[in-house]
């Protein structure tokens, strides 16, 4: 089985800082991770991908994800938020061994950015 | 390219009636894929195909049924409509590692 939870329903910060938005997975083998965004009333819109390599993944927007096997966590990061990155959050995983490209997402988390 | 494109975008039901939410791609992709969106729950996959010919039951897929006779298009079949089919149902493609996602359809059972 696979399964992904993202902790917080929402994230709050103020323009300028720094932004991170938590995922952690659960898969029986090994993770395909990834970050979807969707903006009010559109379809999702994909933002980064961990498949293997190098655990720090770099994104569209400026996002960045960090994959860490011993903490099965992939959380989303963005050194400055901006009030445009407000936007609801979704974590999804797939276990490579799998080859129906099932992915499981997680149920969002919403970020808003104050200006 | 038009990417990933749903009709309708908005519809009403009444209990009982039945529908299709129209799906249709235009990047030649063979992985196809229906999900619905609840608050607070994510996405839950009702039905895929990986390719024309070809379908698959996902985690939600009582109450439904899809068809695949073309790459492009990948309908999706509500019979029977109920007010526990009230959502907001994605259609996807897949390329590679990366879902492309149309823009929603908000279907409200009454």
């Known amino acids: 089985a696979q399964s992904v939870a993202q902790p917080e329903d929402q994230v709050n910060v103020a323009e300028g800082n720094p932004l991170t938005v938590k995922c952690t997975y659960s898969?029986?083998?090994?993770?395909?991770l990834f970050w979807y965004v969707q903006y009010p009333n559109r379809g999702l819109q994909f933002l980064l991908k961990?498949?293997?390599?190098?655990?720090l993944v770099k994104g569209s927007y400026g996002f960045e994800a960090e994959f860490n096997k011993s903490q099965t966590s992939f959380h989303l990061k963005k050194p400055s938020a901006l009030v445009s990155d407000s936007a609801l959050y979704f974590c999804?995983?797939?276990?490579?061994?799998?080859?129906?490209?099932?992915?499981?997402f997680g149920a969002g988390t919403t970020v808003t950015v104050r200006a | 390219n038009a990417g990933v494109t749903q009709t309708p975008k908005f519809r009403i039901l009444k209990i009982g009636q039945s529908m299709t939410l129209q799906c249709t791609q235009d990047?030649?992709?063979?992985?196809m894929y229906w999900y619905r969106q609840d608050p607070g729950m994510g996405l839950k996959l009702i039905y895929y195909?990986?390719?024309?010919?070809?379908?698959d039951k996902g985690e939600v897929p009582n109450g439904y049924n899809v068809s695949r006779s073309t790459t492009e298009d990948f309908p999706l079949r509500l019979e029977l409509a109920a007010p526990s089919q009230t959502s907001v149902y994605f259609c996807?493609?897949?390329?590679?590692?990366?879902?492309?996602f149309g823009e929603g359809s908000r279907l409200t059972v009454l």
């Open positions: 961990y498949i293997t390599g190098d655990n």
């Open positions: 999804a995983v797939r276990d490579r061994a799998r080859d129906d490209y099932k992915l499981s």
């Open positions: 195909s990986v390719g024309a010919g070809i379908t």
């Open positions: 898969v029986s083998g090994n993770p395909y």
């Open positions: 996807a493609s897949r390329l590679g590692g990366e879902l492309f």
């Open positions: 990047m030649n992709h063979n992985y």
